[in-house]
């Protein structure tokens, strides 16, 4: 019997070796990841008690780097020349974030096939056939070209490649121990790949095809009408009636309408909820007599976080703020004299050109009437496991035919057959855009910092402590007819080119404006009068007018006024729907009155608790698809997106007999718009009711239906993941913290005199990308209660700060 027992436990045993060593599907080998020895039990931190200096001896270095960490985990980074500051950077970055920094950019690169294996190669293939790395190989080409830029990128690289030298397997991020593979070498060119991939987040929405099938369908007046080229309520960035201070140059010749060929595939809608806000108020409206300056980009909420904050000393640059993990510099920030920060401008980059080919070899395309050469770019993939794929992208002069015809996209929003033209495909210098940002002293540098930079096009705030704020809407914007790109385009016709650039100087802009404060929302980023054509289509306006309401208002500003209006909830989509919605709902039913009470003394905040935001957010969309269903979405066949919630509003309360609130799918009736309101907010309550299984109550509380969760990078990852955190907000609000996307940086600088500069900071997340470190989320807290850290800004090592916790020396080795 003993040896029977023996022999079932060695069985076991073996039997469990061998399951731990080898993958299951899609699951990776677990004996690494669960080794006492070098799984992840070896990633655990603590706060280390305040200790001696740590001395490290660095290949590359040129001279001695101090590196001071202080309470929250952020590294203020001392070197005695550009060379060392950026190896620096680059060291310290990789120590807190290597497996984010290297996973974005295998994802940017078309490469999770060699991570996760085949269930990535459409995801790949997709990243790799728009252009990412073709786009990214340009930009490094531009980067590489300024001397600056290049010591910045290959420091920076030769730091991270520094870190990732002295790893063990034990040491490896536990992310890394997960999936069962090993960091390699960073390359220069990671970083570039890493700042195309913004441009992916931030401009690569396209509506043209959906556009093109409402052209086709209902002709061009309705698709005018419907979808007009600028909303009937607005607070454009730069104020009406802002002088030009240029010349305009002549607007290309409009091409003749084109109505391109549809799509048999079901569009898919951008996320509405991202966005950011900025603003800065002047010495004139502040309590100190000199500017303030506030912003939060609206990003994807994660962890690890989107951010890293540093701040990076050296001769000539002493700067505090947040970047990316993956690039050199800060991108958001200030220093002793300025400050300055980014919103998203949306701005029309992307056009697609139906292709003409010669034949079915696809070796030529018609253009200018004549035929030309296609160029191949041939792609492989490596996928985990050995198997190796190759595909072959056509590129015309517009750029690479994403899909073919016979091929099926794995974005439905992309049409097949056609080129792509794309901002992101051009060579560009956004490193040395950020590194004279970081060391701009007055609003003449600032300018000519953005003279450098290209894509995502960002409205870019300034403050100086000469008592300046401005605010350029500022990329690389191609010079186009008005509305061109709003439809596909006859690729074709070389009248259908983009014909240059705006130039650079003639971007929209204002400084010191008589209101006293700049400020961007997203919104329009001019009323109409402005000269050249940026896009047709903007963010929703109610966080732009929002703003610029409480501003107007505003005056002795503080950092504490500026962080409420950061953290306001106010929802002035209700104020502007809500009296309409409810006007017609008269006589409200038994199953009616509680909802309606509700709405009637809601005070129009969606904080946390609040039930009326979640009913009026199931409502309004809810009334709005019973409205336009029947019209834009219906046909699975052609795709169309559905006119704007404020256009749907104005034609509410200007046109309340339209023909579009019947639907015409009911051949015997004609629906009213109040037989919809009703419909829709029985249809409300109903669905509510199901979702939680509860009557109406403190179970529909907002930020139970919002749920906004800060997900780990690696999807299920929920153990590693801070889920259904209590929070306000939502789209179109001030604070736009949606289910998955929110203010992913939240800083504000009262400039100063004599270094006197003083910034306020917090992301949702930590400083270390280790979900063992006391420092992965210890920043979530504070970030959801709408409040501020102080951020230390040190002007020299010799500078003595109890925050400081921990000394770190990097010698020349």
């Not at 199901?690 to 990078?713: C, F, V």
């Not at 949606?738 to 009262?750: A, D, H, K, L, Y």
Request: aromatic share 10%; proline share 7%.
């Amino acid at each position: 019997m003993k040896v029977v027992k023996t022999l079932v436990t060695v069985g076991i045993t073996v039997g469990l070796c061998y399951a731990l060593n080898r993958g299951w599907g899609n699951i990776p080998p677990m004996g690494n990841f669960l080794s006492p020895f070098t799984g992840f039990w070896t990633n655990a931190e603590a706060i280390a008690p305040k200790s001696e200096p740590q001395i490290l001896n660095i290949p590359g270095l040129q001279d001695e780097v101090t590196v001071e960490y202080d309470e929250t985990g952020v590294p203020h980074i001392f070197a005695q020349n550009d060379h060392d500051l950026y190896l620096a950077q680059g060291y310290v970055t990789a120590k807190d974030r290597l497996w984010q920094m290297e996973f974005q950019t295998h994802f940017a690169a078309g490469r999770l096939t060699e991570i996760v294996g085949e269930k990535a190669l459409e995801q790949d293939r997709y990243q790799r056939r728009m252009g990412s790395v073709f786009g990214a190989e340009k930009s490094f080409e531009g980067m590489m070209e300024d001397p600056k830029g290049k010591v910045a990128l290959e420091a920076y690289s030769d730091g991270i490649n520094a870190y990732i030298s002295q790893l063990k397997p034990r040491d490896y991020p536990v992310e890394y121990k997960l999936l069962g593979y090993a960091p390699e070498p960073w390359t220069p060119i990671k970083s570039a790949l890493f700042l195309k991939n913004m441009s992916f987040v931030l401009a690569s929405g396209t509506d043209d095809l959906r556009m093109t099938n409402i052209l086709g369908k209902y002709g061009k007046a309705i698709a005018e009408e419907l979808f007009p080229n600028y909303p009937f309520k607005e607070s454009p960035i730069i104020p009406e009636g802002t002088p030009l201070d240029f010349k305009p140059i002549p607007l290309p010749k409009a091409p003749v309408d084109f109505v391109g060929m549809g799509s048999n595939k079901v569009a898919e809608e951008r996320d509405k909820g991202i966005g950011s806000n900025n603003w800065a108020v002047g010495g004139e409206k502040s309590v100190t007599g000199l500017p303030i300056l506030s912003n939060d980009p609206h990003l994807t909420l994660s962890l690890p976080s989107i951010w890293y904050q540093v701040q990076l000393t050296a001769p000539g640059v002493n700067v505090y703020g947040s970047t990316m993990p993956g690039t050199p510099n800060v991108i958001i920030g200030f220093n002793n004299d300025i400050a300055w920060g980014v919103t998203n401008v949306g701005a029309d980059v992307v056009d697609w050109y139906q292709v003409k080919f010669k034949d079915a070899k696809k070796e030529e395309y018609w253009h200018d009437n004549q035929w030309k050469k296609i160029q191949k770019r041939i792609e492989t993939y490596t996928v985990k496991g050995g198997k190796t794929v190759v595909d072959t992208v056509l590129y015309t002069h517009h750029g690479p035919v994403v899909y073919l015809d016979n091929e099926k996209p794995i974005r439905d929003n992309i049409p097949t057959g056609h080129a792509l033209r794309w901002i992101a495909h051009e060579k560009s210098q956004e490193l040395s855009a950020f590194y004279h940002l970081n060391r701009a002293k007055n609003y003449d540098e600032y300018v000519k910092a953005l003279g450098y930079y290209s894509a995502p096009a960002q409205n870019f705030i300034f403050a100086s402590n000469q008592n300046d704020i401005a605010l350029w809407v500022n990329g690389k914007f191609p010079l186009k007819a008005r509305e061109q790109g709003k439809y596909i385009l006859d690729g074709t016709n070389p009248a259908a080119d983009w014909q240059g650039f705006i130039p650079q100087l003639h971007n929209p802009h204002v400084k010191n404006p008589k209101r006293g404060f700049v400020s961007s929302a997203n919104q329009s980023s001019t009323d109409p009068k402005y000269p050249y054509y940026i896009n047709w289509e903007f963010a929703p306006a109610e966080r732009g007018r929002r703003i610029n309401t409480r501003l107007q208002t505003m005056n002795k500003a503080t950092v504490d006024s500026l962080r409420e209006l950061q953290n306001d909830n106010y929802n002035l989509k209700a104020e502007d729907w809500l009296p309409t919605m409810l006007s017609f709902v008269q006589k409200p039913s038994q199953k009616q009155m509680a909802a309606v009470r509700v709405l009637q003394l809601w005070n129009k905040f969606n904080n946390p608790d609040e039930i009326g935001p979640t009913i009026f957010t199931v409502w309004v969309e809810l009334l709005n698809n019973a409205i336009w269903e029947d019209d834009f979405g219906y046909d699975k066949n052609i795709p169309m997106k559905s006119p704007s919630h404020a256009r749907t509003l104005q034609l509410i309360l200007k046109q309340p007999d339209a023909k579009w609130f019947d639907d015409v799918r009911t051949k015997d009736k004609k629906e009213t718009l109040t037989e919809l309101a009703n419909v829709t907010l029985n249809a409300t309550i109903d669905s509510l009711t199901k979702w939680q299984n509860a009557p109406m109550g403190t179970a529909w509380a907002w930020e139970k239906y919002k749920s906004t969760d800060i997900k780990h990078l690696i999807p299920g990852l929920d153990a590693l993941s801070k889920m259904d955190v209590k929070i306000g907000g939502g789209s179109g609000i001030v604070n736009a913290t949606t289910g998955r996307t929110g203010p992913s940086w939240r800083m504000i600088v009262q400039l100063g005199k004599d270094k006197s500069v003083k910034g306020y900071g917090v992301f949702p997340g930590g400083q270390s990308g280790n979900p063992g470190s006391p420092h992965y989320d210890d920043m979530i807290e504070t970030w959801r209660k709408g409040e501020l850290n102080s951020l230390l800004f040190l002007q020299n090592k010799e500078e003595k700060s109890e925050r400081i916790k921990q000394t770190l020396v990097l010698k020349k080795k």
